[in-house]
């Protein structure tokens, strides 16, 4: 069984906020914002890790691998170890200017990758979260002709690794698909609760803890001699023209905060009178 | 002349409200429109459909479609989208599943959870939310074909405008990928409350609650009698105290009601993005330097689990007293 996770470097989630817009609006300025993996990106981390190995013995399922690729600077590098340090075998990255990408373009890329690597899986976080498009795997399962599921909240194993059962996340409830390899997948935050993957391998008696592993020193120590091989996204052969294009980017109207009321006879008395909402 | 498609989202025969925030996108683009409608049994939808001043109304009513599965509609979607400037399908779940297979089958390009559309010498520019709506994008699509999703919060749901649109019957394309990916259920949370990307009231409850009882026992009573749609921060669902679907924020819904109370969030980034466009936020929290007090019209310092129930009698109060 062999899983690819595409893996994108972002500017810290948490601190979205503090972003800024460079001159005349023409580009969005991170500077210092961390740059961190995406973190759905690092719940298919995790996801993957969790159908590749036996969750008790924490011990790898023999010729299994797991491949992560980035698209960006020479320091998205930085992000492929960290990924590395969780137990990831291997990591490619294509070496582009983030703002010379878009998601129709990286599908495209990534399809040509999947022909290269010829994983069984590709797993994918949702959506990044600075871009907010949840596109990517859409497209690549449409481009490979390959069954998918987005917003996996539960991934069931087959014992024979010949199909997947994906719960997905919908609005009003929860649908499962069974897929058959080679398939792709995007999950959603739900995927790292402590039973949400299922390999036939791992005791049904274990329990994750929940979210993403943490790394002790000496995996990442480990991670610093696991290949990261750089080529040049134009090695992929692929075009690398742009079917989006971005005018200008604009902070949002801020909002103004309003005052603070002593007690809950005073709110809803406000909410009454002055804002007209109860 | 260039023309619109929407693709209409129909659930067990029954059209969806997030269809009428594709028709108000298209209005507001000024363009005509057509709409697209795939399922099984979905003529009642289709009728509903032709009132809303659309061109024509395409029905692809097939077994096929029972239930969606985005490898067996996209092919149909792509075949009638043939020969349209823009296909548009509102970004509810179904809308971002569907809409980026759509784009690839055509390979069109594609703006996800646009929140508005202008449009000059017959060229398109949108309005795309990035960085959890932190940043406020205008873009184009450089494709002959172009797919958007459009933001429900955004595009407030369209009243029908009389008339009556012409009927077609779209053709339905065999999936290729229909061996491959098969529906096995749908287990449905059945909910007598409004939905939340619809409410007029949202009451939203984070990790503070503590549990499910929390939500149960604390929030729920309160939701009810104001007649609300529940939410829930993502700290409260990675919590596992409600299910993901209820999350407010960046990677869940985005709502903009007329009421938006939080009780217990303390207003990460990513909850914000999710309804910092409510008319009138509440917050109710007990730690007075949370963030969310900076964005909130009326802000109760104090411990949910006594003002809470408090806020429930005084509305049930209110409500009796008529």
Same mark, same amino acid.
């Given at each position: 069984?062999?899983?690819? $996770?595409?893996?994108?470097?972002?500017?810290?989630?948490?601190?979205?906020?503090?972003?800024?817009?460079?001159?005349?609006?023409?580009?969005?300025?991170?500077?210092?914002?961390?740059?961190?993996?995406?973190?759905?990106?690092?719940?298919?981390?995790?996801?993957?890790?969790?159908?590749?190995?036996?969750?008790?013995?924490? $011990?790898?399922?023999?010729?299994?691998?797991?491949?992560?690729?980035?698209?960006?600077?020479?320091?998205?590098?930085?992000?492929?170890?960290?990924?590395?340090?969780?137990?990831?075998?291997?990591?490619?990255?294509?070496?582009?200017?983030?703002?010379?990408?878009?998601?129709?373009?990286?599908?495209?890329?990534?399809?040509?990758? $999947?022909?290269?690597?010829?994983?069984?899986?590709?797993?994918?976080?949702?959506?990044?979260?600075?871009?907010?498009?949840?596109?990517?795997?859409?497209?690549?399962?449409?481009?490979?002709?390959?069954?998918?599921?987005?917003?996996?909240?539960?991934?069931?194993?087959?014992?024979?690794?010949?199909?997947?059962?994906?719960?997905?996340?919908?609005?009003?409830?929860?649908?499962?698909?069974?897929?058959?390899?080679?398939?792709?997948?995007?999950?959603?935050?739900?995927? $790292?609760?402590?039973?949400?993957?299922?390999?036939?391998?791992?005791?049904?008696?274990?329990?994750?803890?929940?979210?993403?592993?943490?790394?002790?020193?000496?995996?990442?120590?480990?991670?610093?001699?696991?290949?990261?091989?750089?080529?040049?996204?134009?090695?992929?052969?692929?075009?690398?023209?742009?079917?989006?294009?971005?005018?200008?980017?604009?902070?949002?109207?801020?909002?103004?905060?309003?005052?603070?009321?002593?007690?809950?006879?005073?709110?809803?008395?406000?909410?009454?009178?002055?804002?007209?909402?109860? | 002349? =260039?023309?619109?498609?929407?693709?209409?989202?129909?659930?067990?025969?029954?059209?969806?409200?997030?269809?009428? =925030?594709?028709?108000?996108?298209?209005? =507001?683009?000024?363009?005509?429109?057509?709409?697209?409608?795939?399922?099984?049994?979905?003529?009642?939808?289709?009728?509903?459909?032709?009132?809303?001043?659309?061109?024509?109304?395409?029905?692809?009513?097939?077994?096929?479609?029972?239930?969606?599965?985005?490898?067996?509609?996209?092919?149909?979607?792509?075949?009638?989208?043939?020969?349209?400037?823009?296909?548009?399908?509102?970004?509810?779940?179904?809308?971002?599943?569907?809409?980026?297979?759509?784009?690839?089958?055509?390979?069109?390009?594609?703006?996800?959870?646009?929140?508005?559309?202008?449009?000059?010498?017959?060229?398109?520019?949108?309005?795309?939310?990035?960085?959890?709506?932190?940043?406020?994008?205008?873009?184009?699509?450089?494709?002959?074909?172009?797919?958007?999703?459009?933001?429900?919060?955004?595009?407030?749901?369209?009243?029908?405008?009389?008339?009556?649109?012409?009927?077609?019957?779209?053709?339905?394309?065999?999936?290729? *990928?229909?061996?491959?990916?098969?529906?096995?259920?749908?287990?449905?949370?059945?909910?007598?409350?409004?939905? *939340?990307?619809?409410?007029?009231?949202?009451?939203?409850?984070?990790?503070?609650?503590?549990?499910?009882?929390?939500?149960?026992?604390?929030?729920?009573?309160?939701?009810?009698?104001?007649?609300?749609?529940?939410?829930?921060?993502?700290?409260?669902?990675?919590?596992?105290?409600?299910?993901?679907?209820?999350?407010?924020?960046?990677?869940?819904?985005?709502? /903009?009601?007329? *009421?938006?109370?939080?009780?217990?969030?303390?207003?990460?980034?990513?909850?914000?993005?999710?309804?910092?466009? =409510?008319?009138?936020?509440?917050?109710?929290?007990?730690?007075?330097?949370?963030?969310?007090?900076? *964005?909130?019209?009326?802000?109760?310092?104090?411990?949910?689990?006594? /003002?809470?129930?408090?806020?429930?009698?005084?509305?049930?109060?209110?409500?009796?007293?008529?």
């Amino acid at each position: 069984m062999k899983i690819l $996770v595409p893996l994108k470097r972002t500017a810290d989630p948490d601190n979205a906020n503090k972003i800024k817009i460079g001159a005349g609006g023409a580009k969005i300025e991170t500077t210092g914002l961390e740059p961190k993996a995406n973190p759905f990106d690092e719940y298919a981390v995790e996801a993957s890790l969790r159908l590749l190995e036996n969750g008790q013995t924490k $011990v790898r399922i023999a010729g299994d691998k797991l491949t992560i690729a980035s698209f960006g600077p020479k320091e998205a590098a930085t992000n492929i170890r960290q990924a590395l340090a969780m137990g990831a075998d291997d990591g490619l990255l294509f070496l582009s200017d983030d703002n010379a990408l878009d998601g129709d373009l990286i599908a495209r890329a990534l399809a040509k990758v $999947v022909e290269q690597q010829m994983p069984d899986l590709v797993v994918l976080g949702k959506q990044a979260v600075d871009g907010d498009s949840n596109q990517v795997g859409q497209i690549l399962a449409e481009l490979l002709q390959w069954p998918s599921a987005t917003f996996a909240m539960s991934m069931e194993l087959s014992a024979d690794k010949k199909t997947v059962i994906v719960g997905r996340e919908v609005d009003g409830g929860v649908i499962k698909l069974r897929l058959t390899l080679p398939a792709v997948i995007t999950v959603d935050l739900r995927i $790292v609760a402590p039973k949400s993957v299922v390999n036939h391998v791992t005791p049904a008696t274990f329990t994750y803890p929940d979210g993403a592993r943490f790394t002790p020193l000496p995996m990442i120590i480990k991670a610093k001699s696991k290949p990261i091989v750089e080529a040049s996204l134009a090695s992929l052969g692929v075009d690398t023209a742009l079917k989006s294009k971005y005018l200008s980017f604009a902070l949002p109207p801020a909002r103004k905060g309003g005052v603070k009321v002593k007690d809950v006879a005073e709110l809803v008395q406000k909410l009454r009178t002055e804002a007209k909402v109860l | 002349m =260039s023309k619109i498609l929407i693709v209409a989202e129909v659930a067990a025969g029954k059209l969806k409200r997030t269809t009428h =925030s594709s028709i108000t996108f298209a209005r =507001s683009a000024g363009l005509p429109f057509d709409v697209l409608v795939v399922g099984q049994h979905v003529g009642t939808a289709a009728e509903e459909l032709r009132g809303f001043g659309a061109g024509v109304v395409k029905v692809a009513d097939d077994a096929a479609f029972a239930n969606y599965v985005g490898e067996v509609y996209a092919p149909t979607v792509a075949e009638a989208a043939k020969g349209y400037v823009v296909v548009v399908v509102t970004a509810s779940s179904f809308g971002k599943d569907l809409a980026p297979r759509v784009a690839a089958r055509l390979g069109a390009g594609f703006a996800s959870d646009v929140a508005g559309v202008e449009v000059a010498g017959g060229v398109l520019t949108y309005k795309r939310p990035m960085y959890a709506g932190n940043a406020i994008a205008m873009m184009q699509i450089t494709s002959e074909t172009q797919v958007v999703s459009a933001r429900q919060s955004e595009f407030e749901a369209a009243a029908p405008s009389g008339g009556l649109s012409a009927l077609e019957t779209a053709s339905t394309v065999a999936a290729p *990928l229909a061996g491959r990916v098969e529906f096995l259920s749908f287990d449905e949370v059945k909910s007598a409350r409004p939905e *939340l990307a619809e409410a007029k009231v949202v009451v939203s409850g984070g990790r503070s609650l503590k549990s499910v009882e929390g939500f149960k026992t604390v929030l729920e009573p309160l939701v009810d009698v104001m007649g609300a749609a529940m939410g829930a921060s993502r700290a409260a669902v990675d919590a596992g105290y409600v299910p993901n679907d209820l999350q407010v924020g960046q990677t869940g819904k985005v709502v /903009a009601p007329k *009421l938006y109370v939080a009780v217990g969030i303390s207003g990460a980034i990513q909850h914000i993005a999710g309804m910092k466009n =409510s008319k009138v936020i509440v917050a109710i929290n007990k730690d007075a330097e949370a963030p969310i007090f900076q *964005l909130a019209d009326y802000g109760l310092v104090g411990d949910l689990f006594k /003002a809470v129930p408090e806020l429930t009698e005084a509305v049930k109060k209110i409500r009796a007293e008529g």
